[in-house]
Nanobody, 124 residues
């Protein structure tokens, strides 16, 4: 089993940057791919980015391409989401999730474990 805790969310001005962290428990962290999702008020949870266990593969939603970077440090059991050039429409609760396979990486159902989320608010 994997437990995930997100951190790093806060209020930031448009154009600013944030780095979110997803800290995981468990000794087999590198066996899990990690995805980031977000959910804005009144909207469905949506895929943001994902990274394979060994960092070989990364995937991004169109909304974050060129602005967001996902990375991981398996020695620290942590995955990061660096977000630059933030826009008000990036405002959402950001969740990280773990899965053994990225075959369904953009789907909520493709992940087995979820964190509680961290709030990101981008002011205009």
């Amino acid at each position: 089993q994997v437990q995930l805790v997100e951190s790093g969310g806060r209020l930031v001005q448009a154009g600013g940057s944030l780095r979110l962290s997803c800290a995981a428990s468990g000794r087999t962290f590198s066996n899990y791919a990690i995805g980031w999702f977000r959910q804005a008020p009144g909207k469905e949870r949506e895929f943001v980015a994902a990274i394979s266990g060994g960092s070989t593969f990364t995937y991004y939603a169109d909304s974050g391409k060129g602005r967001f970077t996902i990375s991981r440090d398996n020695a620290e059991n942590t995955v990061y989401l660096q977000m630059n050039s933030l826009k008000p429409e990036d405002t959402a609760v950001y969740y990280c999730a773990a899965t053994k396979t990225l075959g369904s990486r953009t789907r909520i159902s493709g992940y087995d474990y979820w964190g509680q989320g961290t709030q990101v608010t981008v002011s205009s």
